[in-house]
């Protein structure tokens, strides 16, 4: 019998995908979210639910038991009092699990601009992830480093509906690279599979090209039926207010008000030229219609 695959998040965005795709090509797959009900529909197809709390190291140990890889990430945490220690509690448990249980193949989910220790907000703390990873000299790890999700643009969704602007602190022209998270698990799913694994290594996914916020905004508007939809960069009080609004604690708004800065003063970006291996297939026409548009008329 094949040692399994451990993909945590699997409730989440890349998780379920990472492991609906592992399934499906017979792989015996560990399902890792806080509650089994939500595990439910991976388990139905044959996967195995560890419900528990990736923040408990003991747990953790048992899940990576016997692994032959796993896709790790650091869940966004929205509410938490202190960003910083919220990522610094999660990552050290997920390293020292992964360290006792010695397990042989890693995916951890970074992003674009983890080369750097500060200025970039919430990715500071996934620095703080592939820093400490490099002490496990014996485990293949791949450092995922994707771009802006393309599902970030769903946070808008009430601006849209109650202001009928899109808006951040991000300047309207900056191009950042924005990616669907489809194509996030994809690429993971596919580098399990293939076993193309050497020693520690980052790979950057970039998704297909890189784009403004006013030509996303204008490509999501299209999507909704609002083609001149406009996008309005928001002075730092406003785009705090919005954050609260939204549900944000205190401390992660101020994050995300550090990393939109860092993406208007160019910091928060790859460190490698655009290539066939980081660009990945997900345009944002195709993300706006089939995933935005759907979940802008759910919100109606
Ligand atoms: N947004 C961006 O632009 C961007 C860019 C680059 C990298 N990233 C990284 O991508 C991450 C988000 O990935 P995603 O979109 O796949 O996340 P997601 O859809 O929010 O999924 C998070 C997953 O983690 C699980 N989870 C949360 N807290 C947990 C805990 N304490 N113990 C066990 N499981 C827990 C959730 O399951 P339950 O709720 O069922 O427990 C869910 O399955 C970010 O945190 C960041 O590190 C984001």
Same mark, same amino acid.
């Given at each position: 019998?094949?040692?399994? =695959? @451990?993909?945590?998040?699997?409730?989440?965005?890349?998780?379920?995908?990472?492991?609906?795709?592992?399934?499906?090509?017979?792989?015996?797959?560990?399902?890792?979210?806080? *509650?089994?009900?939500? $595990?439910? &529909?991976?388990?139905?197809?044959?996967? *195995?639910?560890?419900?528990?709390? !990736?923040? #408990?190291?003991? =747990? $953790?140990?048992? /899940?990576?038991?016997?692994?032959?890889?796993?896709?790790?990430?650091?869940?966004?945490? %929205?509410?938490?009092?202190?960003?910083?220690?919220?990522?610094?509690?999660?990552?050290?448990?997920?390293?020292?699990?992964? +360290?006792?249980?010695?397990? &042989?193949?890693? /995916?951890?989910? +970074? +992003?674009?601009?983890?080369?750097?220790?500060?200025?970039?907000?919430?990715? /500071?703390?996934?620095?703080?992830?592939?820093?400490?990873?490099?002490?496990?000299?014996?485990?293949?790890? @791949?450092?995922?480093?994707?771009?802006?999700?393309?599902?970030?643009?769903?946070?808008?969704?009430?601006?849209?509906?109650?202001?009928?602007?899109?808006?951040? $602190?991000?300047?309207?022209?900056?191009?950042?690279?924005? !990616?669907?998270?489809?194509?996030?698990?994809?690429?993971?799913?596919?580098? =399990?599979?293939?076993?193309?694994?050497?020693?520690?290594? @980052?790979?950057?996914?970039?998704?297909?090209? #890189?784009?403004?916020?006013?030509?996303?905004?204008?490509?999501?508007?299209?999507?909704?039926?609002?083609?001149?939809?406009? %996008?309005?960069?928001?002075?730092?009080?406003?785009?705090?207010?919005?954050?609260?609004?939204?549900?944000?604690?205190?401390?992660?708004?101020?994050?995300?008000?550090?990393m939109q800065r860092g993406f208007n003063t160019?910091?928060?970006?790859?460190?490698?030229?655009?290539?066939?291996?980081?660009?990945?297939?997900?345009?944002?026409?195709?993300?706006?219609? +089939?995933? =935005?548009?759907?979940?802008?008329?759910?919100?109606?």
């Amino acid at each position: 019998m094949k040692s399994p =695959f @451990v993909v945590c998040g699997a409730t989440g965005n890349i998780g379920s995908r990472i492991a609906e795709i592992l399934l499906a090509a017979g792989e015996p797959v560990r399902i890792v979210g806080r *509650e089994r009900v939500r $595990l439910g &529909p991976l388990a139905a197809k044959g996967a *195995e639910p560890w419900p528990g709390d !990736i923040g #408990d190291t003991a =747990f $953790l140990g048992k /899940v990576f038991s016997g692994a032959r890889g796993a896709f790790i990430l650091i869940p966004p945490k %929205y509410d938490a009092s202190d960003i910083r220690e919220y990522q610094d509690r999660i990552g050290a448990s997920l390293v020292s699990a992964l +360290s006792k249980s010695r397990v &042989p193949r890693i /995916v951890a989910l +970074s +992003s674009v601009g983890a080369h750097l220790a500060e200025g970039t907000g919430p990715i /500071v703390g996934l620095h703080g992830l592939e820093t400490r990873l490099t002490a496990l000299k014996d485990a293949e790890i @791949v450092y995922l480093r994707p771009a802006y999700f393309m599902e970030n643009h769903l946070w808008s969704i009430p601006l849209i509906r109650t202001r009928g602007v899109n808006g951040s $602190l991000t300047r309207p022209d900056v191009p950042l690279p924005m !990616i669907a998270t489809e194509d996030i698990a994809d690429a993971t799913a596919h580098l =399990f599979l293939e076993g193309k694994f050497h020693g520690h290594a @980052v790979r950057y996914l970039l998704g297909p090209r #890189d784009l403004t916020m006013s030509e996303a905004t204008r490509i999501l508007g299209e999507a909704i039926g609002k083609p001149g939809l406009r %996008y309005v960069q928001f002075p730092e009080e406003e785009a705090r207010k919005a954050m609260a609004e939204a549900g944000m604690s205190g401390s992660v708004a101020e994050a995300m008000l550090e990393m939109q800065r860092g993406f208007n003063t160019g910091i928060v970006r790859p460190t490698r030229e655009r290539s066939e291996e980081s660009t990945t297939p997900t345009t944002l026409e195709w993300f706006s219609k +089939s995933v =935005f548009a759907r979940a802008y008329r759910a919100a109606a």
